[in-house]
């Protein structure tokens, strides 16, 4: 079954360090790709997408994504967090091949930062 | 806001009872899936319904169920609620239904709990 992997469940860092959130899955075929974020009582949020074309997607609130077809691979990068990134956010994948609109989520990593 | 609404935001009920969840899509989306969010868990899929049809299911027995009307909103209705059924409840609506290059948009949940 297609699967996918978030290896780190809970992460801490400091204002102004830099981020990278691993994410993995288990299927070879054509795939659409997103992060989503979930701010404490609030509706998850996308962050960003990948369809196809440049591997290296940009979002909102200076998140970016390089999706490595290679490595099943779609990490999601920030240059230097803020407080205000303190969040749940989840890896989701759409494996195309099921004819619909069927997300399969990562179990999530909890970031905490540090002021 | 994402303008997808659910109803109602919390709900308390017994064990097997049986209970309705309420979600409205965002105007113009044709597709709403269900996914239930268990404590400390990504989402999981339960069902999509596309133009008032089951377009896929995910692995829950058959006394979770639902519908979709014609101004394509849904209700998830779970008979025989069991204490495992505890759990945030998620709508998301989209246009396409048929693994288009869509993205989803999530409503703020229905956080149930069975006594």
């Known amino acids: 079954a297609q699967s996918v992997s978030q290896h780190n469940h809970h992460v801490i860092l400091s204002e102004a360090a830099s981020l990278e959130l691993g994410c993995n899955y288990s299927?070879?075929?054509?795939?659409?790709l997103f992060w989503y974020v979930q701010y404490p009582g609030q509706h998850l949020q996308l962050l960003l997408k990948y369809f196809s074309g440049d591997p290296l997607v940009k979002g909102i609130k200076g998140f970016e994504a390089e999706f490595i077809k290679s490595k099943f691979s779609f990490n999601l990068r920030k240059p230097s967090v803020q407080w205000s990134d303190t969040a749940e956010y989840f890896c989701?994948?759409?494996?195309?091949?099921?004819?619909?609109?069927?997300?399969?989520f990562g179990t999530g990593t909890r970031l905490t930062i540090i002021p | 806001e994402t303008g997808v609404t659910q109803s109602p935001t919390h709900l308390i009920k017994t064990r097997g009872q049986q209970v309705t969840l309420r979600c409205s899509s965002q105007s113009g989306h044709n597709t709403v899936s269900w996914y239930q969010q268990a404590l400390g868990q990504g989402p999981q899929f339960i069902f999509q319904?596309?133009?008032?049809?089951?377009?896929g299911r995910g692995n829950f027995p058959p006394r979770f169920s639902g519908l979709q009307f014609p101004n394509y909103s849904s209700e998830l209705n779970v008979n025989a609620l069991e204490l495992d059924d505890s759990a945030l409840y998620l709508c998301?609506?989209?246009?396409?239904?048929?693994?288009?290059?869509?993205?989803?948009?999530f409503g703020q949940g229905t956080r149930l709990t069975v006594v």
């Open positions: 998301a609506s989209s246009l396409g239904g048929r693994g288009s290059n869509t993205e989803a948009f």
């Open positions: 319904y596309y133009r008032e049809e089951e377009n």
């Open positions: 989701a994948v759409n494996f195309l091949n099921f004819g619909n609109e069927k997300l399969t």
């Open positions: 299927y070879g075929g054509t795939v659409n």
